[in-house]
Structures are given as C-alpha cells and as structure tokens.
C-alpha cells in the first residue's frame, strides 16, 4: 500500500504564502508522477500542479505564476509553494501520486489539508 501525508495548510490572509508538503510512503516500486489537486465547495476537484519524474511540470492556469510545484525523488516527497494567495485558492489540497504499487499504474491519494485565504 502508499499513504500519502500532506502538512502546511492553514489560514492566510491575501497576498500571503504557504508552503504544502506530502511524503510519500509504503510498498512504491515506481512514480511517474506526483501532484496537488484541490477541491472548493461545491465545485469539482482540480488540477493545480503536477510534476513528473522527469522534472516536467505544468500548472492550472489561475495558478500560473503564483504557485510552484517541486520533488525530491530520493524522499518521494512532494512540495506546492503558494504565493500571492488569493481567496478564490480556498479549498481542500489533495496530494497525488501516479505510480505502481503491488498493481498496475494507479491513482493514490492523501487525506486532504485545509488551505484558507482571507482576511
């Protein structure tokens, strides 16, 4: 099994930053990809960014220039730093990873943290 564990939500006023971590664990033979997805109130779950193995990466566009998505391969560690926040990036933050396990090329995901941009 994978667990994934995010850490570095929480309250910030507009225009402030955070930073987000997810550490992946557990029985992972290969990652192809890793991410952050978010999801507002009554709205659907999103993309916001997402990095490959490989280092590529591609971001939402109401993010673009705001956040940035980083990995430490050896830690299988995962990192959003988010800046410039705004109040419409409220939501829940799930981290994402694609890899295999003991099965196919699959979907895990984490337990979700609480980003809220306010005043």
């Known amino acids: 099994q994978v667990q994934l564990v995010e850490s570095g939500g929480g309250l910030v006023q507009p225009g402030g930053s955070l930073r987000l971590s997810c550490v992946a664990s557990?029985?992972?033979?290969?990652?192809?990809?890793m991410g952050w997805y978010r999801q507002a109130p009554g709205k659907e779950r999103e993309l916001v960014a997402r990095i490959t193995s490989g280092g590529s990466t591609n971001y939402a566009d109401s993010v673009k220039g705001r956040f940035t998505i980083s990995r430490d391969n050896a830690k299988n560690t995962v990192y959003l730093q988010m800046n410039f926040l705004k109040p419409e990036d409220t939501a829940v933050y799930y981290c994402n990873l694609y890899g295999r396990s003991w099965s196919p090329l699959r979907d895990y995901w984490g337990q979700g943290t609480q980003v809220t941009v306010s005043s």
């Open positions: 557990g029985s992972i033979h290969s990652v192809n990809a």
